[in-house]
C-alpha cells in the first residue's frame, strides 16, 4: 500500500532564501501532485508530475519527481511571505485515490 | 479545469442532529466522487468513493452508517453525518472523477 511521506513537517523561512521540500513515497504512483492550502481553505494544486525526471516550475516553485528514488521535491527560490501556507504531496493508489504526505506548514518570515 | 461546488462552507450543529453536505459538479459529469476528511493540524484522509447508481465505497475505519453518501446523479453527491458528535467535527473536502485536479471549496463542520 502507498504511504507517502514529507519532510519537513514545519519550515520557518527568511525572505528571500532558497529551501527545498521532501516528498518520499512508498510504492508505484501514476503520478505525483503537490498542492497549496491556506489556513481554512480547500486545496489548490500546484503541479502534476507524471513521469521519472519531470520538473514543472511556476514562479518561484520548482517541483521534480524521481522514480526511480520514489521521491518528488519542491524547491522554493528567493521566498516571500506570500508564499506562507502548508504544501502537500500525495500519489495516486490503486483506483485513483488520493494519499497524502503529512504536509509541510511553511512560514516565510521578512 | 472542473469546476466543483461545495455547500455549505461552514455549519454549526447540536450533537445528536444530522448535516448534510452537498457537491455538485458544474461543468461535467462526475461518476464518481471522492470524499475526504482533515482534522486541525492533520493531512487529508480519504474516507469514502461514491459512485454514481452504485454503493459507495468506505475506507477501512469509516462507519458507513454514520456517514451516509449518495450519489444519485452524474452532478451531485452528498455526505450525510447522523448523529454527529465532537468528534466528528472537522473539515470535509469532495473532489471529483478526475483525481487530484480539483476539489470542492470544503465544509467546516463544528459539533457542539
Given at each position: 500500500e502507498l504511504k507517502v511521506e514529507q519532510n519537513p513537517l514545519f519550515l520557518s523561512m527568511q525572505e528571500g532564501k532558497n529551501y527545498t521540500i521532501y516528498c518520499n513515497y512508498s510504492t508505484t504512483s501514476d503520478r505525483l501532485y503537490w498542492y497549496r492550502q491556506d489556513p481554512g481553505k480547500s486545496l489548490e494544486s500546484l503541479f502534476v508530475l507524471l513521469s521519472n525526471g519531470a520538473v514543472k516550475q511556476e514562479g518561484r516553485l520548482m517541483a521534480s519527481l524521481d522514480t526511480k528514488a520514489r521521491l518528488s521535491t519542491l524547491h522554493i527560490t528567493?521566498?516571500?511571505?506570500?508564499?506562507s501556507a502548508t504544501y502537500f504531496c500525495a500519489g495516486n493508489n490503486q483506483g485513483g485515490k488520493l494519499i497524502f504526505g503529512q504536509g509541510t506548514e511553511l512560514s516565510v518570515k521578512p | 479545469g472542473a469546476v466543483v461546488s461545495q455547500h455549505p462552507s461552514r455549519v454549526i450543529c447540536k450533537s445528536g442532529t444530522s448535516v448534510k453536505i452537498e457537491c455538485r459538479s458544474l461543468d461535467f459529469q462526475a461518476t464518481t466522487m471522492f470524499w475526504y476528511r482533515q482534522f486541525p493540524k492533520q493531512s487529508l484522509m480519504l474516507m469514502a468513493t461514491s459512485n454514481e447508481g452504485s454503493k459507495a465505497t468506505y475506507e477501512q475505519g469509516v462507519e458507513k452508517d454514520k456517514f451516509l453518501i449518495n450519489h444519485?446523479?452524474?452532478t451531485l453527491s452528498t455526505l450525510t453525518v447522523t448523529?454527529?458528535?465532537?468528534?466528528?467535527s472537522s473539515f470535509y473536502i469532495c473532489s471529483p472523477?478526475?483525481?487530484?485536479?480539483t476539489f470542492g471549496s470544503g465544509t467546516r463542520l463544528t459539533v457542539v
Open positions: 528567493a521566498a516571500v511571505h506570500d508564499l | 444519485a446523479s452524474l448523529s454527529a458528535h465532537p468528534e466528528d472523477t478526475l483525481p487530484g485536479d
